[in-house]
């Protein structure tokens, strides 16, 4: 699908980082939720979001994250969505990736609270 590809990190670069964690070690449902991720980020066309969808989007999404002890961060810059998945208990960053197609709006446009990343996991 053009202008839907997703920015993958290089493989050796991506295993030598000591803040990483390597994916294959980690728990199948938590490959399991990226592989999920990664896929919706390729086939959805992200410039189809209003900031409001996308807040409420990510929100959904990580609260999946959440029941596999897993995060999701996300930052806008130049219109294009950076996401990063962190490991809740250790804080270290599983696995980040950048969606290609541009959104609509701007990272302050998407304004999230912390209370709504401060709810506990169920």
Same mark, same amino acid.
Request: net charge positive; proline share 4%; hydrophobic share 40%.
């Given at each position: 699908?053009?202008? /839907?590809?997703?920015? @993958?990190? &290089?493989?050796?670069?991506?295993? /030598?980082?000591?803040?990483?964690?390597?994916?294959?070690?980690?728990? $199948?449902?938590?490959? +399991?939720?990226?592989?999920?991720?990664?896929?919706?980020? @390729?086939?959805?066309?992200?410039?189809?979001?209003?900031? *409001?969808?996308? !807040? #409420?989007? &990510? !929100? #959904?999404?990580? %609260?999946?994250?959440? !029941?596999?002890? @897993?995060?999701? @961060?996300? *930052? &806008?810059?130049?219109?294009?969505?950076?996401?990063? &998945? !962190? +490991?809740?208990? /250790?804080?270290?960053? %599983?696995?980040?990736? %950048?969606?290609?197609?541009?959104?609509?709006? +701007? #990272?302050?446009?998407?304004?999230?609270?912390? *209370? #709504?990343?401060? $709810?506990?996991?169920?």
């Amino acid at each position: 699908m053009p202008g /839907s590809l997703v920015e @993958l990190p &290089i493989g050796h670069r991506f295993c /030598s980082n000591r803040g990483m964690i390597q994916m294959h070690s980690r728990p $199948k449902e938590q490959r +399991e939720a990226v592989r999920n991720l990664v896929h919706l980020v @390729l086939t959805r066309d992200m410039g189809t979001f209003n900031p *409001e969808r996308f !807040k #409420d989007w &990510i !929100k #959904d999404v990580d %609260a999946r994250f959440r !029941k596999v002890g @897993l995060t999701l @961060l996300f *930052e &806008i810059r130049s219109r294009t969505v950076h996401f990063t &998945i !962190k +490991e809740i208990r /250790s804080r270290r960053t %599983a696995f980040n990736f %950048a969606a290609s197609t541009h959104v609509q709006f +701007e #990272d302050r446009d998407v304004v999230m609270s912390v *209370e #709504d990343f401060a $709810k506990p996991v169920r």
